[in-house]
């Protein structure tokens, strides 16, 4: 029997287990624990349910086009529960000198698709809508000059569009995602799509419109009717209950002749194989004893992240613009990274003729917000949502959430970085690095990676669609 070692239960770890338990259903011979630190498991994925609201602490979606976590959550029986974005309503705003400016209809991240949309935004100057024409006369010279090295979003962004798109748009969408600076930020890990139309059109416009040429157009995002902590609570009921360990912080790893032993406060086991689920900086510092050349390949800078929503039971009472919500560029005199709203960007969230509105801070405002109670903290948010919208009316309901450290940075050479990590890890007999440290912040590649990891470790070679990417 295969003893596995998970360290972790946020969405990779519980992954990790869900597809050990279905190996084990189906006749594979294995003993599992998962360690997890906490007293609850799901990680930053949590839903709260109060007076009507569906309320994300965390993500509240997952980009349609990824295929694993809905894959995972047919497999739960959450077909029905499906939902995409309202995207025919779909727009979304930058704070420009103080105001709320609506982003061009068929934008893809910073790229437009209708240049026709483009010429009516008044987002941009005359000379950044030039800049977007003239990237398309620049396909044979852009492609000619793509770098085979990395190189950070900033540059890339500014050879295709210059400063201004970057600036507006490029940056607070980027640190939407990931929290972190765009001038550090690796584009062959965040951006890889953009980087393969870059080699073979040239022109990032080009390529999107020749893609979506004919193409079904499907929602952006995708989630849960119920909320995300629902594919949490499913994964979770198909996992033996002995395997799980809550309030089990593991305080060491090591790795020789008999295997890998794993303690914590109950003491010592031995196990065939370790999972580690945990934080980069977690996994980082348990590492380190077992193989001194890992702790550098995966030390990385992290930005910590702050979500505070209110629900409001009249949304006449706090009217805001039509579509999904506002990013704040770097720079803006605002403490705000960005916000949403809630009811406008997905259905059932809220009860009828209510709003729900989410506001998040990153990077030095988040740091900032981590020292203070929930109630100063919200205090906070409203002000500076009401600095933008207007005055908000009192809220029915107010949820705080800090995730520190949560959203590690994939600096310019992370990918090969990630292949020496790799080579390292792979001498350990055994051990899977699972998380957003490594090769995807989102949902489903965390899912991808958990499942095709768990696989490996029983010797399935069966994969999951679009594994190729991995």
Known sequence: ??????????????????????????????????????????????TVHEGE??????????????????????????????MPSNDATRKTYVLVDKKLQAMPD?????????????????????GAK?????????????????PDEDESVAEFVRRHFGQEV?????APLLSGVFGGDVTKLSVQAVMA??????????????????????????????????????????????????????????????YGDEGWLVGTARGVERFDAVM??????????????????????????????????????????????PGFGFL??????????????VDQKFEDRVPQGGRLVRAFFGCKAAERLMRCGNDETAAVARMELARILGPLPEPQVTVVRRWPRSLPQYAVGHLERMKRLDARASVLDGLSLLGNGYRGVGVPDLIRDARVAARRIVGKSESLTGVAEL
């Open 106 to 126: 068929g934008m893809r991240m910073m790229v437009p698709v209708d240049l026709d949309s483009l010429g009516a935004s008044e987002l941009f100057s005359a």
């Open 328 to 341: 704040v560029p770097p720079g803006s005199d605002s403490l705000l990274l960005a916000a949403t709203f």
């Open 53 to 82: 609201f569906v309320i994300e602490c965390g993500p509240d979606a997952w980009v349609t086009e990824k295929p694993w976590a809905r894959e995972l959550a047919e497999e739960l029986g959450l077909g029905a529960e499906v």
């Open 193 to 254: 799509p953009f980087v393969a139309m870059e080699r073979e059109h040239g022109s990032l416009i080009a390529a999107l419109q020749a893609r979506d040429a004919g193409v079904k157009k499907h929602s952006v995002f995708t989630t849960l009717r119920s909320g995300m902590g629902t594919l949490v609570d499913r994964m979770i009921a198909t996992i033996p209950e002995d395997w799980i360990r809550l309030a089990a912080e593991v305080r060491f790893v090591s």
């Open 130 to 146: 030039l800049a977007y024409h003239e990237e398309l006369g620049r396909a044979e010279e852009l492609r000619a000059e793509a």
């Open 166 to 170: 970057l600036t507006k748009i490029g």
């Open 1 to 46: 029997m295969k003893r596995v070692a998970i360290v972790g239960g946020g969405v990779a770890g519980l992954a990790a287990a869900y597809e050990l338990a279905r190996q084990a259903r189906n006749g594979a011979s294995l003993q599992v624990v998962l360690f997890e630190a906490s007293t609850r498991l799901g990680g930053i994925i949590e």
């Open 276 to 321: 580690m689920a945990a934080p980069i900086d977690v996994a980082c510092s348990l590492l380190e004893p077992v193989d001194a050349e890992m702790a550098p390949l995966m030390a990385m800078e992290a930005s910590s992240a702050v979500v505070v929503a209110f629900g409001f039971p009249d949304a006449a009472k706090f009217p805001v613009p």
